[in-house]
């Protein structure tokens, strides 16, 4: 049986976050995770400036590609909004492994059945034991389902549901669109180009309003594949897949003894964007703070809404160009950080 200190289910950003926070405190931790890395993952990879602080990043010295958008287009029907603010893109396939590989932490591929208690602490399968448990497994993590979910039951109406696909595409227009409510979607459908040549679409929305609606997401994959076809990816093609999680509602228990649940594990995308990576991350720190300093493990400060965010970085964006002390000088959507790219 292999012991540690802290063992960690998943090694998605909530995971890699808590382990990197606790290594550098010294802990002995374990990652588990049923994945060999880099692994696949389904997200449009769009990261915000808070990401960014709270990995305590170096953008330019990031190694894979990073894409960093000077505004986001936004369209509403007919409508299209240019909204000014930096937001970047990352492919989840690389920034997850570099997370994982910068944390220090030992990561053994395993997938996670059972977990049982002992004394204070916990044995999983029967070949780890460990004193304190994080939960990083994504929504169907086993923490949440053994030791959480009675106390913190989803909510169904919290459910999104996603098409999305990532590929090798020559885009030439380097903004991200969103298309909001388009054919009725209760969501939204995105374009997010990555550097140097990769490109994400998708499709998402709340499950149980589609389902009450009688739309098909694969209906709204069509339009979508359609609308690019025509302007932004004229012949791409798609092969696209689905995933689930579930936007921030009530969490009241995050934490059992020496157990915790944190990212998609505990339900915490944001309920206006879906945005989860962020929320992974910040979970991941508090869950690790928790451990090493002995604070309490809450999410007050974990976002549960994108646009305030957006909303801080237009306004960073607004003040730098001098929009509020009436300088003209500074030339306005130009990007903020250029394109780099190195291979896998
Ligand atoms: C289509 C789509 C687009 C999205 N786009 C964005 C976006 O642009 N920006 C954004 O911020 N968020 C986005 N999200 C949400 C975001 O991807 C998630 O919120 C985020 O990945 C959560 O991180 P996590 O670490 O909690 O979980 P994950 O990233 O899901 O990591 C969980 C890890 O646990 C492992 N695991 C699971 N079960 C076990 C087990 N039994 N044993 C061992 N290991 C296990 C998995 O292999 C995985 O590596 C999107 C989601 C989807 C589906």
Partial sequence: MRSCDVLIVGGGPAGSTAAWKLRRAGADVLVL?????????????????????DLDMDLQAYPHRLLTFPRLRVHFGRLQVPVPCVQHSIRRFEFDAWLLERS??????????RIAREGDGFVIDDAFRCRWLIGA????????RTLFRELNPRAAELQIVTLEHEIQYDWQDRDCHLWFFDHGLPGYSWYVPKEQGWLNVGVGGIAERMKRGGHDIRQHWAHLAARLGGRLAPGAHYDP???????RGRVDVVRRDNAFITGDAAGLATRDLGEGIGPAIRSGLRAAQAIVE????????VTGASVSSIARSMLGRATRAGVFSGRRDTPGGGPVHGLRHRDQ
């Fill in 33 to 53: 995770d049923r994945e060999r890395f880099p692994r696949l993952k389904l997200c449009a990879g769009w990261i915000t400036p808070e990401v960014v602080r």
């Fill in 294 to 301: 002995g604070t309490p493990y809450r999410l007050e400060d």
């Fill in 104 to 113: 220090g932490a030992p990561l053994e591929q395993h997938n996670v059945r």
């Fill in 241 to 247: 897949s689905g995933y689930s999680y579930y936007l």
């Fill in 137 to 144: 497994g994504g929504t169907r993590c086993p923490v949440y």
